[in-house]
């Protein structure tokens, strides 16, 4: 956002230089970047959050400066000298969408003389990266750099029927926008059109077929305000982004719409030679209220630690637009001003409060604590998680718990998160533009890193992330569902002990085998693996995760159509589980055993069984035949290749024999693998490989 000094100090007087007004914002929260000196002007570039749409204009600005100053805001004059009927003689408006447009504003200027701006107009445009079109339209983009609100002119002799209709797109409509590029409409997009056709996409664009040229006579002056989610949505899905629609996706300011259009007729009737009609249509049929929101004094020293009086507190917010509606010594009541909509709560008055009291008088300390200090419940747990991860050779990943709209259909959540059907929790108000949806997987933002990590030349990865994931509840005014997930993410080279270069590839059984260690570490039951078809993973080379009977999630190679999303080319391996299931569960209780005195008998075998057989089936089956002596079972090989049938595939496999009360024989261990033979070549048509 840019923001010129000489145009700032038309709404607020201040003595401060460019630099020190810069220091100044950013010590109230508006961060400026740069100041670049330019033609006895400063440019000021300012970095503001998503969260702060009111600052996207000088006025916004300005307001933020008068109130750090202790100035008196100065709002430009509007004169309108020349007056000429009735708006409801020239043209009808109507608004079939109440709810995606609550207020829409229209305003004719006949008989204006469309050409260049004057050298004053013109600077401040090009100072502001914008390029002058004409003097109607270059008014347009002057008010929306002044006031923050977007508007449109329309040329009102192009407009059939004359009318404007506020409505839905309908099926297999375009539109020619001002950029040249004929668009396809979909259903839930709102336009503006008149009796036959669209003329703008409502919040983003204007029409070829309507826009001003030098032969226009007579304007309609659009001036509206429109929900931020339907215009982020439309913006999105034609890849249209504008002035416009970058500040009514973050909300703009309702009441402003018919101030910025009465300053923008004026500016017109004074540049272009016009005449202005006596009145206006202004349909707002349900005026947007703000919320009343009570502060008590005493927690804005709690939250803090900044001491303010009540009379302090009362200058401030008055001073950024709060009206009182109660002030006591433990309750002050206000509502906040309609271009501050990112304040809902008593938390955002005490940070209002704390940026004019100034962020560098919080000291450093502690918040008081009335509790003796304690392990939340399963911390140690996850401490022997994050251990064991660790000693494996992953590095702990922690990301935002916000999302791009772009992964809202790549990755299937857990099936313990809101019974499988998990919907997104959509943020109305995102700190991070674009990322407007609570994840419901942890996967998205590993895979971030890994990318940012490839981007730094790094192709060895492994990370790990313990954090939660979130789904909309599926009663109507439910708290939305949150459990605790462990997701890892590995790709590249396996450097070994005592290895100076890389032996092997990361593959399956890598991330396999840490969540199995994990889970070793915590105490608790075994995880089971059972081969399943997963949306994001690779078709043959994903798994879901059971524990118990209860799928928590799932393991695989991620799918081609992801991986090239992100770019990667060498293959990459995910898993994330339900990390909550498993502190649920109490930890196995821990067997104390003396060790064997007697030593043990290890036999391997090499076996012939057809390919769809997995090794967890040959485990199972074994210790099903309930033979005492028989310790420990292993895998140690598959091949396939030379020497072995087509389909099938040779298991090699390793048994520990060992009694506690003697040393046991060769003929008794040869009885055992018998038996063993025996049971897998009935139950799999198993069979020694010579």
Not at 250 to 260: Q, V, W
Not at 310 to 325: C, K
Not at 461 to 476: C, D, I, K, M, Y
Not at 539 to 563: H, M, N, P, Y
Request: aromatic letters at 6%.
């Amino acid at each position: 956002m840019l923001i010129l000094y000489n145009w700032l100090r038309e709404f607020v007087e201040f003595d401060l230089a460019p630099r020190q007004l810069a220091e100044r914002l950013t010590m109230i929260g508006l961060a400026v970047d740069a100041v670049h000196e330019r033609d006895e002007d400063a440019i000021l570039e300012l970095d503001l959050t998503a969260n702060r749409p009111d600052c996207l204009s000088h006025l916004g600005v300005a307001r933020e400066v008068a109130a750090m100053v202790g100035a008196t805001l100065k709002m430009p004059a509007v004169r309108i000298a020349a007056l000429c009927g009735h708006i409801g003689e020239l043209v009808s408006v109507e608004v079939e969408e109440p709810q995606l447009c609550p207020r829409y504003t229209a305003r004719a200027v006949r008989n204006v003389r469309v050409g260049p701006s004057p050298k004053w107009l013109t600077e401040r445009l090009q100072k502001l990266g914008q390029r002058p079109i004409n003097n109607v339209t270059d008014v347009t983009n002057y008010v929306l750099h002044e006031q923050g609100q977007p508007l449109h002119a329309f040329d009102l002799d192009r407009l059939r029927g004359q009318r404007v209709v506020v409505r839905r797109a309908r099926a297999g409509e375009k539109i020619l926008t001002l950029d040249g590029i004929e668009r396809e409409l979909g259903a839930e997009m709102l336009v503006i059109a008149d009796a036959e056709r669209p003329v703008a996409v409502a919040g983003v664009m204007g029409g070829e077929e309507t826009a001003t040229h030098a032969e226009t006579r007579n304007v309609l002056i659009e001036s509206a305000y429109f929900d931020p989610l339907s215009v982020r949505k439309t913006s999105r899905a034609l890849d249209l982004h504008t002035e416009s629609s970058y500040r009514f996706e973050r909300g703009a300011d309702p009441e402003a719409a018919l101030r910025a259009q009465e300053r923008a007729v004026a500016l017109i009737c004074e540049i272009a030679g016009g005449e202005a009609t006596e009145d206006a249509i202004d349909l707002y049929p349900q005026p947007i209220v703000r919320p009343l929101i009570s502060l008590r004094p005493a927690r804005v020293e709690r939250l803090t630690g900044l001491q303010a009086t009540v009379e302090q507190i009362v200058a401030i917010l008055s001073a950024l637009g709060f009206q009182e509606r109660v002030v006591e010594r433990e309750r002050i009541e206000v509502v906040a001003p309609s271009w501050r909509v990112d304040v809902e709560r008593e938390e955002d008055l005490v940070e209002e409060v704390a940026r004019h009291l100034s962020y560098e008088r919080i000291a450093e300390a502690l918040p008081a604590s009335s509790t003796v200090g304690e392990h939340l419940p399963g911390e140690e747990r996850r401490r022997a998680a994050r251990r064991t991860l660790a000693t494996l050779g992953f590095d702990e990943a922690i990301n935002f718990s916000f999302i791009n709209e772009v992964y809202e259909q790549d990755f299937v959540p857990l099936p313990t998160l809101s019974e499988g059907n998990a919907q997104f929790v959509i943020v109305r108000n995102p700190i991070i533009e674009g990322a407007t949806l609570m994840r419901a997987s942890l996967i998205p933002g590993l895979l971030e890193a890994v990318r940012r990590n490839f981007n730094q030349g790094t192709r060895d990865v492994r990370l790990f992330e313990l954090g939660h994931v979130f789904a909309r509840a599926s009663a109507p005014g439910a708290r939305p569902c949150e459990r605790e997930s462990l997701a890892l993410v590995a790709t590249g080279a396996a450097l070994e002990e005592g290895r100076a270069a890389a032996t092997r590839q990361l593959d399956f059984y890598d991330v396999k085998g840490a969540l199995e260690a994990v889970v070793d570490a915590m105490n608790a039951p075994p995880l089971e693996f059972k081969p399943a078809p997963v949306a994001h993973l690779r078709e043959g080379q994903a798994a879901q995760i059971l524990f118990g009977d209860e799928t928590i999630g799932f393991i695989g190679r991620l799918a081609e159509k992801v991986a090239t999303r992100f770019k990667f080319k060498p293959p990459v391996y995910v898993a994330e589980l339900d990390f909550q299931r498993l502190l649920e569960t109490p930890p196995r209780a821990v067997r104390y055993a003396p060790l064997p005195r007697y030593p043990a008998i290890v036999r391997d075998l090499s076996l012939i069984v057809e390919r769809r057989v997995a090794w967890a089936d040959v485990r199972q089956a074994i210790g099903e035949l309930n033979l005492t002596p028989l310790r420990r079972i292993e895998f140690v090989d598959a091949y396939e290749g030379q020497s072995v049938p087509e389909g099938y595939r040779s298991l090699t496999l390793r048994l520990e024999y060992r009694a506690d009360d003697r040393t046991l024989r060769d003929d008794e261990v040869d009885e055992m693998q018998e038996r063993v033979l025996r049971g897998l070549h009935e139950r799999f048509g198993a069979r020694l490989r010579q």
